[in-house]
């Protein structure tokens, strides 16, 4: 998916067609859910949706477990993942220069910008499942012995 930008590339690729009801409200007649009329503007423009994610998830979420006794069991209790603060700082570093770079690059590049700092984001998800599995696999190892 990541890196298939959903299914944008794999219909190229793979020659599907998009349906009719998506070609109308999708802004560029693709199958995906990002690029739907809807989520072009506003509150619910796709970059504002993924910063809203990746915020509460990687920067939020990870500040109230540290803080907060009562919300750290709640997460535990719910089995929340918990992305570690050193992977959270990262996060910042490959987020705040999009925000400089909107102020100083032509905006004919703007959209460059936005990529690379949407791939930075990717890279450090991946970064961050791995960091899951070898905590998953190191628990298995635990539990065995």
């Not at 802004?27 to 809203?52: C, S």
């Not at 919300?71 to 700082?89: G, K, Q, Y």
């Not at 996060?91 to 004919?108: E, M, N, R």
Request: charged residues 15%; glycine residues 4%; hydrophobic residues 50%.
């Amino acid at each position: 998916m990541g890196f298939g930008e959903e299914i944008s590339w794999g219909q190229r690729i793979f020659n599907i067609q998009t349906p009719e009801v998506l070609k109308e409200i999708n802004f560029k007649q693709e199958t995906n859910i990002h690029n739907l009329v809807i989520f072009r503007e506003g509150i619910l423009d796709h970059q504002h949706v993924f910063t809203y994610f990746w915020v509460t998830f990687c920067l939020i979420i990870p500040f109230l477990n540290l803080k907060s006794v009562a919300i750290a069991e709640f997460l535990d209790r719910i089995n929340m993942p918990i992305v570690p603060i050193w992977i959270s700082i990262f996060f910042i570093i490959g987020y705040f220069p999009s925000i400089i770079l909107k102020f100083i690059v032509p905006v004919p590049l703007l959209q460059a910008v936005v990529e690379v700092k949407e791939v930075t984001l990717s890279l450090l998800f991946l970064v961050y499942s791995l960091q899951c599995l070898i905590d998953s696999h190191h628990q298995r190892l635990i539990i065995i012995r």
